[in-house]
């Protein structure tokens, strides 16, 4: 089945300053890549996604990249801003027929004002 | 829209008790999932249900069992629970084909005695 890693566990930035949260995933027929933000207490939000005909993805501060090659994805928080602070969970779906999304472990990034 | 709405938001079971979680959608999805997230592991997949009147094994189905009760209403079972059974559920709705987003409702946070 698949595997997906999530690196790192916890990281903190200076408010402004950008973050980067990387995912590596080990089914190459995955090709549907999700990122949710989970802020304390309450269910995962999804903020973007990817598939896997698509190499880079931005909504506003938000960017996602995708190396299908390596097989791995990264989610990137450009001027982050106190309200960026939660958990944040990428996902990989292996496709068609497939109803099961395989999440990370989970970043908490912490923005210091 | 009230989107994925869980009953209860807490409780509190004694080993051996048996009890219902309720999820429902008003966003007529064709898919639900139950999920347990806990610290360090991310989301792992109990049971989905890719349409109504269907129900399907996903990663960790041990101690539950699910009823899709109509299109809306995706319940989920602990026949007799146990400490390791202590987490948050989160309940998902999806339009229905694979590589939709998945909506996820407030959670409900179970711990066992």
């Known amino acids: 089945g698949e595997n997906v890693e999530q690196h790192p566990s916890t990281l903190s930035v200076q408010e402004g300053d950008s973050a980067v949260i990387k995912c590596t995933y080990s089914?190459?027929?995955?090709?549907?890549f999700p990122w949710y933000k989970q802020e304390l207490g309450k269910g995962p939000q999804l903020i973007i996604d990817?598939?896997?005909?698509?190499g880079e993805k931005k909504d506003q501060r938000i960017a996602v990249t995708l190396n299908k090659t390596a097989k791995h994805f990264s989610l990137h928080i450009t001027e982050t801003q106190p309200e960026d602070s939660a958990v944040y969970f990428c996902a990989a779906s292996s496709g068609a027929g497939s109803y099961q999304l395989t999440f990370g472990k989970g970043t908490k990034l912490s923005v210091i004002p | 829209n009230a989107g994925v709405t869980q009953t209860p938001k807490f409780q509190v079971l004694k080993t051996g008790q048996s009890m219902t979680l309720q999820c429902a959608q008003d966003m007529n999805h064709n898919s639900m999932y139950w999920y347990r997230q806990d610290p360090g592991m991310g989301l792992r997949l109990i049971y989905y249900s890719a349409s109504e009147g269907t129900t399907d094994k996903g990663e960790v189905p041990n101690g539950y069992n699910v009823s899709r009760l109509n299109k809306r209403e995706f319940s989920l079972r602990l026949e007799s629970a146990a400490p390791s059974q202590t987490s948050v559920y989160f309940c998902?709705?999806?339009?229905?084909?694979?590589?939709?987003?998945?909506?996820f409702g407030p959670g409900t946070r179970l711990l066992v005695l």
């Open positions: 998902a709705s999806s339009h229905g084909q694979n590589q939709e987003t998945q909506y």
């Open positions: 089914d190459s027929a995955s090709n549907y």
């Open positions: 990817i598939r896997s005909n698509v």
